[in-house]
């Protein structure tokens, strides 16, 4: 079904060496942690082309990618989904449903999804509203491509994405801690820019189960609960969307969620961070940067905008 490394081109010569070497790491970290006895070890390669936008900062360890986690289907520890999830959640088979103020409605196999568009390495920086933060070779297209086949209608403002709520696979549903399904929103412009992917895979090979298989969203310059896991519906909408945190804790979440190290989470400060796996757990904090550091492109959706109230 998925198609192996192209013939043309090696990963080496178009991938920055740190993620080259953590590519090379995945594999004995995904089978260091299949947690069944005869649980698939070797993950299926994805062909791609080097992405823009890629930061050539070092890859973080994908074997810290894919066990800290934050998936609370699976539970609210750091350690529940990668326990559960690659047990637990089948991704096979799998659709998606992209549906509202669209002219062409459709529901996609994700094998068909995936194939809609060229696949991109794109390394990007994670930002958790937590304080952690990672770089990660993730494996997409642009959402863009999957929005302009749907064909939005002038009414469509914004982006729905729901995703899957199964209580027999999802163990983490049993609490209440969100109002299930987990769903997040984008503006329509927001969805449609370039840096907004629409992800299949990280470190060259398919999702873990943990990390939002078999497909998810990127927005890189948002907090990473916007990027929300294993989607099962896209819907276009003429309000904005209700959010899974919004819903849950207006004061601390907004709908926007831009990485702004100005705007203090109500608990605590958001202007450092601390990389995953380079910084070690106790070590000193970087600053955050406006945007995750990706102001000069996204800067100009949100001109006239007050992002201290608008957070
Ligand atoms: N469905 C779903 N998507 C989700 C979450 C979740 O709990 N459920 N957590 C979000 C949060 S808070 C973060 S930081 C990122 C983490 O992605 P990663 O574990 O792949 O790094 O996923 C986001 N997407
Ligand atoms: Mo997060």
Redesign the pocket.
Known sequence: MLITASPDVKASEITPRGVYEARRQFLKAAAALAFAPGAAVARQALSTKPGPYSTMEKATPPDL?MS??????FGTDKED?SRYAPKMLRTRPWTVQVDGAVKNPRTFGVDELLKLAPLEDRVYR?R???GWS?V?PWVGFPLAELVKRVEPTGSAKFVEFV??ADPKQMPGLRAPV?DW??A?GLRLDEAMHPLTLLTFGMYGEILPE???APV?VVVPWK????????LVRIRFVERQPAT?WQKANPDEYGFYSNVNPERDHPRWSQKTERRLGTDGLFARRRPTLMFNGYAEQVASLYTGMDLMKQF
Do not use: D
Not at 68 to 73: D, G, I, R, S, V
């Open positions: 990618v800290y986690c934050n998936f609370y289907e989904p994670l958790c509203v937590e990672a990660v995703t899957l969100i399904p987990y997040e943990q990390n939002g998810r907090y990473g609960f916007k990027s929300a896991k294993s899974a």
